[in-house]
């Protein structure tokens, strides 16, 4: 993401349900150094643009990251960038030796949370008055995600058999 891409990124958010961010808020978070990124569908023809699809905001401490907004267009939504976005998030965490990630959501937004847990997200805290309502704490703990990667991948190549179902 970049300044550029800020009235494009505002466009969205305007859409999500209960959007809270400000073009200021994402211009301050480049100024400060936080990762941001754009998920873009590229165009078919070169007299268009790339058509913006989803966005991410992330802030990386020295082992942890945060995930600050994740948004989606409403025109693409379940259709698996968000799990696109988390899984590369994961990642770049893991590949800079980071511990765990955090992120914050409202209460009132399930599919967010279900697809939270479905990447092993953890409920860690409930913050009140957040949110204007209550805001889950939620975290993936990266160890334990490294552990299973790499169990999955050490684990011999069994074959399925058929079975019926009664």
Sequence with gaps: MAVRDLDEVIEIEGCAAESTWTKGNFADSLNAGYWAYCLRRLAEDDDQSD???AYCVLMPTIDELELLNITVHPSYRNKG???K???IMDDVALSRSMQSIFLEVRVSNQPAISLYKKFGYEEFALRKDYYQK???LVVEF???LLLHRVMENNQPQQKHSKRKMK
Excluded: N, R
């Design 51 to 53: 058509e913006l699809i």
């Design 134 to 136: 209550k805001a889950l």
């Design 81 to 83: 960038y968000a799990q």
């Design 85 to 87: 976005i988390l899984s």
């Design 142 to 144: 990266l160890t334990e």
